[in-house]
């Protein structure tokens, strides 16, 4: 071979090595067709809705598990498992529960699933009668910020009635909640257990469409759904909580004298105290059946080159509405295609991205929770029991969109101004021309309603985004055009259904975004943190020693 045979053969491989890099990277990390795929199999009736314990609960799994491993994942649950085991105790309610209001002589009837909604709290039978109603304002019990509705009141087998949302929402002004953005003390779940620590026998919540972020049909068709709750089931002294429908609401209160916006202007004071609705009472009974089940979350892992025994954790919960209609169409089977076969696919493709490329410093967790529907329960558990350190868990991300669109110029963040993420999220986003809009619904309280949350309470830097709404055809407009209907009509309905015609184009570009965020944090030595003043940074800041560079071993 002569030098100049030798000097073309090596022109010659680098530009082999040219055009081989240049297709790398024309390849562009998030396949649409993949991630269709996905969510076609997933939203399938085959997978009956996913609910936990259902017949979908095993095949979701093992679907989960196959997939991880075809993309080159190992396992990276409990005992060298895919999965983590989620104790569970399922509650259904018997038929043939009733729920009644009374005012004097008067008698409201309520129908649970019709005009209000009826959980009950123990197993076994439940009997109301007469209870007293209390109106409890915006039923915030928060002596840091010097609010408590049940300060010196005596609501031991009482009712409170209470406004949705917190005491700001709609004053016009910040009154120590943040103003229009919902805080956590405005959760129905933190006002259930206010009241209960207060000991009173029940709650009732006003649905108002605004103040609650979902239409009443969402509350309604959700009074078919099983409860579940972390096993054990306890005992509690609050027996049952529900919804009211605004014109059951406001029957109640005009029959009694009162009037809905007078309340709500007195409640929105923090010497608000809750007092008696002259004459009122609810009376209830019921019978509800507790079972014992079993769920898991779905773990994979992706050991890091450098700095293995630190941490990245994608999450998506996998579970869905189940087998849990019937609709109007005779279709029994809640598909939960967006919500969330589309992040669990989306965050299926991110693993197989991050399989395929230079291996990442840190170890790349990938979870697809189960239960997030009853109260993000399977998160919940892997936060109590981490199967990774969450002190050296370096942040969460997590993928739960709501709405499947079209390519989008920005992505949504959820509840903004929290932790340093949001930079490095602007700066992924960026790399892909697009910008950070600040969700349009602070009102909804989403930071608090998903899989990031458990984390954040426990100081793990957490984050949340979802695709962009102003769409490169058609601006905000057609974006919320498709957002809109979605929420209004088919949010945890039987009509999730996987459509032939998305193109995932903006799930793309959020699986996209979120690969890069991901990869940035991966790949790098520091730890990601809360802004001053944000409550998580307390937590946070406690086991801080466990990621000195010591601790590594
Ligand atoms: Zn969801």
Redesign the pocket.
Known sequence: MTHTGLAAITAGVSAVAVVMAAAAAAEPPISAERIREDVRVLASDEFEGRGPGEPGDRRTVEYLSRAFAAAGLEPGGVDGLWTQPVPLVRLDRGPGATLALAVGARTIPLTPGGNATLALRNAGRTEVSRAPLVFGGYGVVDPARGWDAYGGVDLRGKVVVVLANDPDFEAGRDLGFEGRRMVLAGRVGSKFGAAAKAGALGVLVIHEDAAASYPFLQVASGDALPAFVLAPLKPSSLQLSGWLRHDVAGELLTTAGLELETLKRRARDPAFRAFAIPDATLSASGELVATEVTSHNVIARLRGASRPDEYVLYGA?WDANGRNGPDARGDAVRNGAV??AT?TAEVLEIARAFARGPRPGRTVLFAAWTA??KGLLGAEHYATNPVYPLARTAAVINL?P?VVLPAARDVELIGGGRTDLELRLAAAAASLGLRVTLEPNPEAGWYFR?DHFPFAARGVPAIAFRAGRDLVEGGTAAGNAIVGPYNAEDYHQTTDEFDPRWTFAGTVQEATVAFELGRSIANDGSWPGWYPGVEYGAVRAASEPERAPAAAK
Do not use: I
Request: avoid cysteine.
């Open positions: 919960h919500d969330n992040g997030e529907e739960d709501h998903s």
